[in-house]
């Protein structure tokens, strides 16, 4: 058990750093111009990976379970990163994290069986979520309370899909991590190809350095899905589920770090209460 939360842990790391590097950004960057990177960048490992692995082609189910996982991430990071380049950080990210209720559900409705100690970690570290994206109680402008409900409900948008795609990703975790990666970043590759085909974005002038960086946000994101793989085939799907999208950890932190965020008591509560949770889960 403990081996498995670790390496969900691990992954909602790389995923929380991805996320914030590739939404910091979309706020300069046309949004299919950092999603095709960085998605484009996990295509090319997941080739290497799957040549490397030699593993055949799993059975139907995994493989439509591994391309949908793909969709349901596109249509997420979309609405995320739109949500982490127009709101506050420290908000968007936890409320981004409650869609875990939807695998949770899933894994007790198949069948998982949860120790009570386990129960309390996961409704601390949803509560700690629900805290973490409380809005400092100062007065806001007309315009910025506009654009912070519209980032929450981009955020609340991006939580449905990532929750799809973790109840999709088990189901293709058992046909090999490898395809997984490999047919979920064939259809997240190819939902940014329409995105960009519609939008038509502008050439970003300063590509080069950009391109480095989002490169490397592409690389992390790869590693999460992989780490969150080989969790989902060695452990329960509503405790996988539940460690691996403690992600917004990460991203307030560096919000706070990097960009001077602020977080309130309530919001600093909350993200105290996610890492309790995940001790609990890890009993």
């Not at 589920?241 to 999208?245: I, L, N, R, T, Y």
């Not at 309790?276 to 001790?279: E, H, L």
């Given at each position: 058990m403990l081996t498995t939360v670790l390496l969900a842990l691990a992954a909602s790391a790389c995923w929380?750093?991805?996320d914030f590097t590739s939404g910091l950004k979309a706020r300069s960057m046309p949004l299919g111009v950092v999603l095709l990177i960085s998605q484009g960048v996990g295509l090319l490992l997941a080739v290497v990976v799957l040549l490397a692995s030699g593993r055949a082609i799993p059975s139907g189910g995994p493989v439509a379970a591994s391309l949908g996982a793909g969709l349901c991430v596109i249509a997420g990071l979309a609405c995320f990163y739109r949500a982490l380049a127009t709101g506050t950080m420290s908000v968007v990210a936890p409320v981004a994290a409650t869609g875990v209720a939807i695998p949770v559900l899933a894994g007790v409705l198949g069948g998982d069986h949860l120790a009570s100690v386990q129960l309390v970690g996961m409704g601390a570290a949803l509560a700690g979520v629900v805290l973490a994206s409380r809005r400092p109680g100062e007065r806001a402008l007309a315009t910025a309370a506009r654009a912070h409900r519209?980032?929450?409900a981009l955020a609340l948008a991006s939580a449905v899909a990532f929750g799809g795609y973790f109840l999709l990703a088990h189901i293709g975790a058992r046909g090999g991590v490898a395809w997984l990666l490999l047919l979920s970043h064939v259809t997240s590759v190819a939902g940014v190809l329409a995105i960009v085909a519609v939008a038509r974005p502008s050439r970003p002038r300063r590509l080069r350095g950009d391109l480095v960086v989002l490169a490397l946000a592409g690389m992390l994101d790869f590693a999460a899905t992989g780490l969150?793989?080989?969790a989902n085939h060695r452990g329960q799907l509503s405790i996988v589920?539940?460690?691996?999208?403690l992600y917004p950890v990460a991203t307030v932190l560096l919000a706070r770090r990097v960009l001077g965020e602020r977080l309130i008591r309530a919001q600093a509560a909350g993200v105290f209460l996610a890492l309790?949770?995940?001790?609990l889960i890890a009993t």
């Open positions: 929380g750093t991805a519209d980032a929450v969150y793989g080989i589920a539940v460690a691996g999208s309790a949770g995940v001790a």
